[in-house]
C-alpha cells in the first residue's frame, strides 16, 4: 500500500515522526513525504527532521510567504503533479492548515482515498482560517481519524454518520509522540530562571488585530516584572510587534527563536504556566502535566476547559492577569484522566489503513 503523507507546519512534523516511525514496523506501507514547504526556515521545519529522525521528504515544494489563496492554491497544483506521478492509495492529511486542504482537494478530485488525522475538531469560530480548513478536509475524507470523543459527536452532529466515510477514535497522535519523546528532551542554550512561564503567540486572530495584540503584550509586560516569560517568537508574531511600535529593547519579556520539539519538550517539563494561543501547545501542556492559560476566545480542545486545565482568556489585559494570579500556585488537578487516548495512536491508524479495502 503506497500511502502519501502531506505535511507542510510545525505541529505536523511531530505528527509525522510518529505515524512514520509506526509505517516503518510494516512491510506492507510504502509512505512517500510531501512537504509543501509551509514552515520553512531551519528553527521551523529542518531541526524536527533531524532531531526527530523523520524520513527526508521525497518532495519539497517550498510553497510559503503567500496569502491564504496564493498558497493553497499553488500546493494544490503542486501536490497534483506528484500524485498523478506517484498515484498512491492513500493520501494523509493532518490537522488544519492550508497544506491539509490542497493536500486533502487534490487526492479527492483525483479519486484518490483520503485520511484526515485530528478529524472532527471545531472551534465554532468561522472567521478562523483553521476552522474553515478542517471542516472542509473533514467532508471530503474516506477515513475520519478522530483524537477524542467530542470530535465524534461533532462529526455526528453534522451528519458524518449518514455519509460515505469511517469515523474511527484513534487518541491523539501528540500523545504518543509526548510519551515517546519525554525522555529525550535537549536543554535549551539559553539561562533561564528556576521557575518561568512558557508563552507562545502566533494566530493571525491575535497577529493581525492591533488592539489583540497589544492587549496580550500589555498582561505579558506586566507579568514579566514579576516571573521570567519564555516566548519562543514566531516571524510574523514579530513582524506584527514591529508594525505596532513594540520596543523589543526595553521589554522584560526573554524572546528566544523558535525551538524544536525536543527543546519545547524541555521548556514543557520545567515550565511553572504555558501561557499559548497555540492549539497544539494546549494539548501538550496537559501531557506535561501544566495548567494553560489560552488567550483566544474559543478552543477546539473544549475538554480541556471543561475538566480545569485550561482557561479561556481572550486578549483581555485584565483577565490574562486575574488566571494568572488563579493558577500560578494552584494544586497540580488529576492530569491522569486520559482525555486522549492510552499513546497507541500511530497503531490504530496503521491496523484501520491496513484493514481498509
Not at 526527530?52 to 521528504?57: A, E, G, L, T
Not at 520545567?270 to 497544539?280: E, F, H, K, Q
Amino acid at each position: 500500500m503506497k500511502i502519501a503523507t502531506i505535511i507542510g507546519a510545525r505541529p505536523q512534523f511531530v505528527k509525522a515522526a510518529v505515524i512514520s516511525r509506526v509505517f516503518a514496523t510494516s512491510r506492507y506501507i510504502e509512505e512517500i513525504i510531501i512537504h509543501t514547504g509551509q514552515h520553512f526556515d531551519a528553527n521551523m521545519s529542518d531541526v524536527f527532521f533531524e532531531e526527530m529522525s523523520i524520513p527526508k521528504p521525497h518532495y519539497n515544494l517550498d510553497i510559503n510567504g503567500l496569502g491564504h489563496g496564493a498558497m493553497t492554491g499553488q500546493m494544490l497544483e503542486k501536490i497534483e503533479e506528484i500524485l498523478i506521478k506517484e498515484n498512491p492509495d492513500w493520501v494523509l492529511v493532518y490537522g488544519d492548515t492550508n497544506s491539509t486542504i490542497a493536500g486533502a482537494l487534490a487526492a479527492k478530485k483525483l479519486h484518490i482515498k483520503v485520511a484526515h488525522i485530528e478529524a472532527g475538531l471545531r472551534s465554532f469560530n468561522m472567521d478562523m482560517p483553521e476552522e474553515i480548513n478542517r471542516i472542509l478536509t473533514d467532508r471530503i475524507s474516506d477515513i475520519l481519524f478522530c483524537p477524542t470523543d467530542k470530535a465524534i459527536q461533532n462529526l455526528k452532529n453534522e451528519g458524518f454518520n449518514n455519509l460515505d466515510c469511517t469515523i474511527v477514535q484513534s487518541g491523539d497522535v501528540m500523545q504518543d509522540a509526548a510519551l515517546f519523546y519525554a525522555n529525550e528532551v535537549r536543554e535549551i542554550p539559553e539561562k533561564i530562571s528556576d521557575k518561568f512561564v512558557l508563552c507562545t503567540v502566533h494566530r493571525a486572530e491575535n497577529t493581525d488585530d492591533k488592539d489583540r495584540l497589544a492587549g496580550i503584550f500589555s498582561a505579558l509586560e506586566s507579568l514579566s516584572k514579576e516571573i521570567e516569560i519564555i516566548l519562543p517568537i514566531h516571524p510574523r508574531t514579530k513582524a506584527k510587534l514591529n508594525e505596532i511600535g513594540y520596543n523589543f529593547h526595553s521589554s522584560n519579556i526573554h524572546f528566544i527563536d523558535p525551538m524544536g520539539y525536543l527543546n519545547m519538550v524541555y521548556l514543557l517539563s520545567n515550565c511553572s504556566l504555558v501561557m499559548t494561543d497555540s492549539g497544539g501547545l494546549q494539548k501538550e501542556a496537559y501531557f506535561f502535566k501544566k495548567y494553560c492559560i489560552t488567550m483566544r476566545d474559543e478552543t477546539e480542545w473544549v475538554e480541556l476547559i471543561e475538566n480545569g486545565f485550561n482557561y479561556l482568556v481572550g486578549s483581555d489585559t485584565g483577565c490574562i492577569l486575574d488566571t494568572y494570579k488563579l493558577l500560578i500556585n494552584k494544586k497540580e488537578a488529576n492530569f491522569k484522566s486520559g482525555l486522549y487516548g492510552n499513546g497507541d495512536s500511530g497503531n490504530i491508524i496503521l491496523d484501520t489503513l491496513l484493514n481498509r479495502k
